[in-house]
């Protein structure tokens, strides 16, 4: 008698016979992926707007983010060292501090603000002119990051008039008095001569000729240097310049030095020249392997293949020097072992014997 078994849900079969779905799961949509499908466009217009997009990109990617802006360039933090240095004007830029080194200031002849002034250029504020060299003029060098370099100079001398005692009632309504200047350029101020004292008032003569130095330095991993090997420029912003010979307070001066700002674009770059009998670099021509890194990589790779070539080289003299040892061991292993097989022949040759 034939039994007739129910059909189990575990495998179902299609009407040709083969297996399509597992627990109710499609085999076909289970093991399914996605591939692309290329498309062959002839047509010349599309094709040259394709190729003209690509080209633009490539050109962009290339020659504006790589070539002009090095955004391929790793960004790392730069350490290093600022400097600021000021000095006098010194014969052939000579160093001050240095024995032998004269001064070379412009005569009071030639500076149209000094009384000898003998040229024709007018002046209304003419005054008693001094020279001042760079310690006497700030004594006290560069503090706090700040220079500050004065064009003119007024002294005021104070007396005392008074000093706290009981018959005062140790009571001074002013204890100094400044001295009344006479002969003054701007009303009680810029006096030439104050009480008995001359020439309390002067301009630092030849002081645009003073010189002030900017420097530091740069370091990071192996790229080190200082600011003396690169051209240096100088952003100008001509919404900031005085026009003509307008005259400024400094309140006005510092409002505007607080107040005014100068975007990047709007800034004039003028390159600073570089100092006579100072060594300094000048702005070199775009160089594609140098400016792009591309030298450097090659250098670094140039460098690990010398270092493992020199690995390599002290391998193999290893082993050469292992193989000569071997080499000269050999014949003495044989030697030895010539001996045990003649000293085994005598012996077994005495056993026969007996």
């Not at 370091?219 to 010979?245: Q, T, W, Y």
Request: hydrophobic fraction near 35%; proline fraction near 3%; include cysteine.
């Amino acid at each position: 008698m034939t039994s007739l078994m129910p059909r189990s849900n575990f495998l179902r079969t299609s009407h040709f016979g083969k297996a399509h779905e597992v627990f109710g799961v499609d085999i076909d949509e289970a093991l399914a992926y996605s591939t692309s499908k290329m498309v062959w466009i002839r047509d010349r217009w599309v094709g040259a707007l394709y190729y003209s997009l690509v080209l633009a990109v490539l050109v962009y990617i290339v020659g504006v983010q790589v070539l002009c802006r090095n955004e391929h360039f790793e960004m790392k933090d730069v350490q290093g060292l600022t400097r600021l240095w000021y000095s006098h004007p010194t014969l052939n830029n000579c160093d001050p501090l240095k024995e032998g080194c004269v001064t070379d200031f412009t005569s009071f002849k030639d500076l149209p603000y000094c009384d000898e002034y003998l040229g024709t250029l007018q002046a209304d504020e003419r005054g008693h002119c001094e020279y001042q060299a760079a310690l006497s003029m700030i004594p006290g060098g560069v503090t706090d990051n700040r220079l500050f370099i004065p064009t003119a100079v007024e002294l005021l001398t104070e007396v005392q008039q008074c000093e706290a005692s009981q018959a005062n009632n140790y009571s001074c309504p002013d204890q100094y008095t400044i001295l009344n200047g006479t002969d003054c350029l701007h009303g009680d101020y810029e006096c030439r001569n104050r009480g008995n004292l001359t020439n309390q008032f002067f301009y630092v003569a030849d002081v645009k000729n003073f010189k002030v130095r900017f420097t530091s330095s740069f370091e990071r991993d192996g790229i080190r240097g200082n600011s003396l090997m690169l051209p240096a420029f100088v952003g100008i912003c001509e919404g900031l310049m005085r026009k003509g010979h307008e005259v400024k307070t400094w309140s006005e001066r510092k409002f505007t030095t607080k107040n005014a700002k100068c975007e990047d674009a709007e800034l004039t770059l003028k390159k600073i020249p570089c100092e006579f009998g100072v060594n300094c670099a000048e702005m070199h021509k775009f160089d594609i392997m140098e400016d792009t890194g591309i030298s450097i990589a090659g250098r670094e790779w140039a460098h690990r293949v010398d270092r493992i070539k020199e690995e390599l080289q002290n391998e193999l003299a290893v082993q050469s020097e292992n193989a000569t040892e071997l080499a000269m061991m050999l014949p003495q292993l044989r030697t030895r072992r010539l001996r045990h097989r003649h000293k085994v022949g005598k012996r077994g040759v005495g056993q026969t014997a007996l």
